[in-house]
């Protein structure tokens, strides 16, 4: 087995310390996340809004021009963030679907967010794609959040983008953490909630790294006989599990091609020091090859850290 190097490299300021609080509570000033969120962004410096215990129905929208904002909860599962809309869903404002970008619970559009103890939800149910969290900025970061819903739970949109979760836990079903982004899972757990794939990668030819999972643990729900570690949605999809738990029913080799075998010679899937179920490491992938080494956040993010 490979050794795993430590998570290492220089420490920078983050570059978005907050300057500016916002409150959102029941009584005010602020009764609703996205009233605060536009207040925020009027004021145009870097902020944080702190929301109370409670569940906060609606769309949120940060926007391109924020300034770096920070989201704050009383908890993971104490501050609850969640609206239903589903992508096939008629938006009433334009006469069509929502799609499945349009039908997130929360957009994060702007550079340098980050978000804490709290759960972005999409509760529209087991209805086909219905996002619970797009991330179309340059950085984001998150840190002890949930983020939850079923198919296409967690959009990381952009290519060229980074994203780092911590101790996070995402849930869903098919497909559920997607998109053409760099991010590092760190401690996370992933729960699938019927059969599917935990991943469906975009990421771009020449991007290095895709989705990588570092000491994460999958379960899944009662039930649930068959679950991939991903599925390639490009075809230079790159995930990578390193020294993660299994604890779910993964077939082997792991991967599914998404019926495009063409994708085997070009799909970027790996696993290092990653266990099945029963404590077994899982066969090498047929395609793709395996991982010389685990990427340190340096190599992922170069100088970002948001966590120091």
Avoid at 262 to 276: E, H, K, L, N, Q
């Amino acid at each position: 087995m490979l050794a795993l190097p430590g998570l290492v490299g220089c420490a920078t300021q983050a570059p978005y310390a907050p300057v500016r609080d916002f409150e959102v509570r029941a009584d005010g000033p602020f009764a609703d996340v996205q009233t605060a969120v536009d207040a925020a962004v009027a004021g145009g410096a870097p902020a944080r809004i702190r929301i109370a215990a409670g569940t906060w129905r609606g769309v949120v929208d940060v926007p391109p021009d924020a300034p770096p904002l920070t989201l704050v909860g009383a908890g993971s599962t104490a501050t609850v963030l969640v609206n239903g809309h589903a992508a096939s869903q008629v938006d009433p404002r334009t006469g069509r679907a929502y799609g499945t970008y349009g039908s997130a619970t929360m957009f994060v559009r702007s550079d340098d967010f980050r978000a804490e103890r709290l759960t972005i939800e999409n509760d529209a149910g087991p209805v086909g794609q219905a996002v619970a969290l797009v991330v179309d900025g340059t950085r984001a970061a998150f840190d002890q959040v949930h983020v939850l819903g079923h198919q296409d739970t967690l959009y990381l949109r952009t290519p060229g983008a980074v994203v780092w979760f911590r101790d996070c836990r995402v849930e869903g079903t098919v497909d559920y953490i997607f998109g053409a982004a760099t991010a590092l899972f760190e401690g996370c757990a992933l729960h699938s909630l019927g059969n599917g794939y935990v991943t469906a990668a975009s990421t771009p030819a020449e991007q290095a790294y895709g989705f990588v999972f570092r000491r994460c643990r999958l379960s899944v729900s009662a039930g649930v006989s068959r679950v991939y570690l991903g599925r390639p949605w490009r075809p230079h999809a790159a995930v990578l599990f390193a020294d993660c738990a299994l604890d779910a029913p993964v077939p082997e080799p792991g991967w599914h091609d998404w019926d495009q075998p063409d994708a085997r010679t070009t799909a970027r899937f790996g696993t290092i020091d990653t266990r099945g179920a029963v404590g077994t490491s899982l066969p090498d992938v047929p395609w793709g090859g395996e991982p010389s080494a685990l990427p340190t956040p340096v190599m992922l993010f170069g100088d970002w850290r948001p966590f120091e």
